[in-house]
């Protein structure tokens, strides 16, 4: 393979040609470089950021919202990158009373981006939202929800019938109902209690007509290891088996779904010296497999928690985040990749990648990742970012 001359259509995409068997070059094709590629950053005046929203949505990424890692800053505003041109397009302005926050629900419904709920400094959690269409560049508020405030929820789309389904997170205390919006009537329909306890930062995914709700915490001292399974068109709660009594219980795991449920990893044991463990679990066709321990040998320090994850059929990636508990947090510079097939961990590539980070906000394309921003201190957001090609 040597580089081939001509342009391309994408700003990022570098041309090639390959030998044939005849020993001439094919034509040549354009596609992105494999591993990280720096993006550009976002215009002067677009703050970094951490706990923002980052959706994909087809052919950008939107990032809205989120705080300066202070928590005394939250962002109203947004944009849009473009991995084609490698530009950035700010958003309108959200809707008058759509405050800033952090915290939030956010969800790529094919055709809008919706965001609800969250928390700020004042007026603390809050129970609105609204949504943005790409295609007309603007912004209109939610129907009042049958929800109360609450941050620190979780949602995802329900594709058998199109509803975002909100469910758990924290008022005073944390909650195990939710609510489910149609955007096309703007309209929600409330979602009876799940037969297990409130909690703040479940795993949630979408599964063959189900949503699933696992783990989370409870006022962040009492991580959870149960879950349940809501029929999104019988509205009736299953509960999941529990995983592995191998499996420590452990608060702050980053997780993604997969095409079979979900993949979570890391974590926190509330413990004395509050151990991490970089290791995880898989949810599958209804069963528990132990994701075995990401050993220092292929990437160290290891990712622990508040890092990047996504998911493709084939494999997860964890990248960055909190390698310990300290003042200050101790971050990972490098990731992994896990074959879903195999079980194996193998490090991920180091050139041009950005600095070590947690919290940064990551969309998975289908294809590959666009990670940006997130926190270098509790004092520091980041506002660049990268390209990650498998």
């Known amino acids: 393979m040597q580089a081939a001359t001509g342009p391309c259509a994408g700003a990022l995409e570098k041309a090639t040609q390959t030998c044939k068997s005849d020993c ?23 703050a970094g ?17 989120g705080g300066d890692g202070s928590g005394a800053t ?12 490698n530009t950035w397009s700010p958003l309108p ?17 094919g055709a809008e981006l919706v965001i609800w709920g969250g928390q700020n400094a004042s007026p603390g959690y809050l129970a609105d939202g609204a949504a943005y269409s790409p295609a007309t560049n603007s912004w209109h508020k939610l129907a009042s929800s049958p929800l109360g405030g609450r941050g620190w929820a979780g949602a995802v789309l329900a594709r058998s019938t199109g509803e975002v389904v909100v469910w758990g997170g924290r008022t005073s205390t944390e909650q195990n109902d939710g609510a489910a919006y149609l955007a096309p009537s703007d309209n929600w329909k409330p979602i009876a209690a799940a037969p297990v306890v409130g909690r703040i930062n479940p795993v949630i995914a979408y599964l063959a007509g189900d949503v699933l709700v696992w783990g989370g915490t409870v006022s962040e001292t009492n991580p959870l290891r149960d879950g349940a399974r809501l029929s999104v068109t019988a509205r009736t709660w299953t509960k999941l088996p529990d995983p592995p009594i191998e499996y420590v219980d452990r608060t702050w795991a980053s997780h993604a779904p997969t095409t079979t449920g979900f993949f979570t990893y890391g974590g926190l044991e509330l413990v004395a010296g509050f151990p991490v463990h970089p290791d995880g679990l898989r949810y599958a066709a209804g069963a528990w497999t132990l994701v075995p321990v990401l050993d220092a040998a292929i990437v160290s320090p290891q990712p622990g928690f508040f890092g990047a994850t996504w998911c493709s059929p084939a494999a997860c990636w964890v990248w960055s985040g909190a390698s310990g508990w300290g003042t200050p947090l101790p971050l990972a510079s490098g990731g992994a990749r896990f ?3 195999t079980s194996v961990w193998s490090a991920m590539p180091t050139t041009n990648a950005p600095a070590a980070r947690f919290s940064p906000q990551v969309a998975w394309t289908g294809s590959y990742a666009v990670v940006w921003g997130g926190a270098e201190s509790a004092t520091s957001a980041a506002r660049d970012g990268a390209i990650y090609v498998p």
Do not use: H
Not at 54 to 63: K, P, Q
Not at 74 to 85: M, Q, R
Not at 97 to 102: A, I, K, L
């Open 24 to 46: 001439t070059w094919d034509a040549g094709v354009c596609a992105l470089p494999k591993g990280w590629t720096k993006i550009a950053d976002p215009p002067a005046g677009f």
């Open 74 to 85: 939250y962002f109203d505003d947004g944009a849009a990158y473009s991995p084609l041109t």
């Open 339 to 341: 074959d879903l097939t």
């Open 49 to 65: 950021r951490a706990g923002a929203t980052a959706v994909w949505t087809g052919d950008r990424m939107i990032v809205w919202g």
């Open 93 to 109: 302005p959200a809707p008058a009373g759509v405050f800033g926050r952090e915290a939030q629900v956010s969800v790529w419904t």
